[in-house]
């Protein structure tokens, strides 16, 4: 129902049909519950499912994908994901964290059942003395990455 995600949907269901020249009917969920309810008993083909950080914890985040999370509910396993994630701690060097989190990363993007198709960001600018900001052709999202002082 989300405006950003149907629209993300639809350029994604394009991009199918284009791509494999397949037909893609797509379907809403009522609620986000009911869409994570589908895509933990798997009654879906392809699923777009919100992600969100509840905080700036990269652990926290990448936590949700553990082989024993209950937030898991994309059905992602594997031990060698779940060391990597294990290495991030408050107590680990900066660059332990961060050779763990790409490690990561590329652990998800590699087995294919998640795919990351597009990031948001907030931000907030204020005043006459800043340029204008870009629209991002996926769904009209206001994109503050280039928003200057003039």
Wanted: proline fraction near 3%; charge should be negative; charged fraction near 20%.
């Amino acid at each position: 129902g989300d405006d950003e995600v149907t629209k993300m949907a639809r350029l994604v269901a394009e991009n199918f049909q284009q791509a494999f020249g397949a037909v893609v009917n797509l379907k809403s969920a009522e609620s986000e519950e009911a869409l994570f309810s589908s895509v933990k008993a798997k009654n879906y083909q392809l699923a777009i499912v919100p992600l969100t950080a509840q905080n700036s914890d990269v652990n926290q985040f990448l936590s949700k994908f553990k082989s024993n999370s209950a937030h898991n509910i994309y059905g992602f396993a594997s031990k060698e994901y779940d060391a990597e994630v294990n290495k991030i701690t408050p107590t680990a060097s900066e660059s332990t964290i961060i050779t763990a989190t790409e490690n990561a990363i590329q652990l998800i993007i590699k087995d294919l059942s998640i795919i990351p198709i597009c990031q948001f960001k907030e931000a907030f600018a204020y005043g006459k003395d800043f340029s204008v900001p870009t629209v991002s052709p996926y769904g009209g999202v206001v994109d503050m990455a280039l928003v200057r002082k003039k």
